[in-house]
């Protein structure tokens, strides 16, 4: 475990780096740093630990190696649990051992990532833990939301594509469809702005 091996995964605004100590077979580990750190965080932990599994330290976006969000992008605590679930999906792990340090955000994103995906977290471990942060009134409604939330944005992701050009007269056609409220005139007025002219459509 004292050598370890660079991962990155790609995300709409770069990709977001990590490192990885053990055999990729082994029973898998995702250790996230605390506020303002990053995965260097584990390299004196991580060759203490049992053998056997595998750990995986990612940079949260902004930090380490990893991409910083586009400019004027705010820092969301969610922002973070979609960052974890795009790594765990890239690395095909469906369950796993979530590992966390530090308090603020980051804590409050792994106990959001353990309510709102405990399907695939088979362990917490919570070093310096500040208690869990949710209380349970409302929570199930929240926990409901926020997973859409993450979950449409990620198929979304995974299903982009480049754009279709398509007529002025079809893309009106898919706007109005798309918003059965808006008028043919409110349509065109919207695409006017909202369209752009290429050599193809």
């Known amino acids: 475990l004292d050598m370890f091996s660079e991962l990155k995964f790609p995300v709409p605004w770069g990709h977001v780096a990590a490192k990885a100590w053990g055999p990729s077979e082994g029973r898998p580990v995702l250790c996230l740093h605390g506020w303002l750190d990053n995965a260097n965080t584990f390299d004196k932990l991580i060759p203490l630990l049992p053998r056997g599994c595998y750990y995986v330290a990612m940079d949260f976006s902004g930090h380490g190696l990893s991409s910083h969000r586009p400019a004027g992008s705010p820092y969301y605590f969610l922002d973070y649990v979609s960052d974890v679930r795009r790594v765990a999906a890239a690395l095909q ?35 310096e833990n500040l208690g869990f942060l949710l209380g349970p009134e409302d929570t199930e409604e929240w926990l409901k939301s926020e997973r859409m939330v993450i979950d449409r944005l990620l198929s979304l992701e995974a299903k982009q594509q ?22 043919a005139e409110g349509g065109a007025i919207l695409l006017q702005r909202g369209a752009t002219e290429t050599p193809a459509g």
């Open 93 to 127: 792990w469906r369950r796993f051992t979530l590992m966390g340090h530090s308090m603020g955000k980051w804590l409050l994103s792994l106990q959001a990532f353990c309510f709102l995906y405990p399907e695939m977290v088979d362990k917490l471990i919570l070093l």
């Open 162 to 183: 480049t754009p279709k050009a398509r007529s002025p007269e079809a893309a009106l056609q898919r706007l109005l469809e798309a918003n059965r409220h808006l008028t």
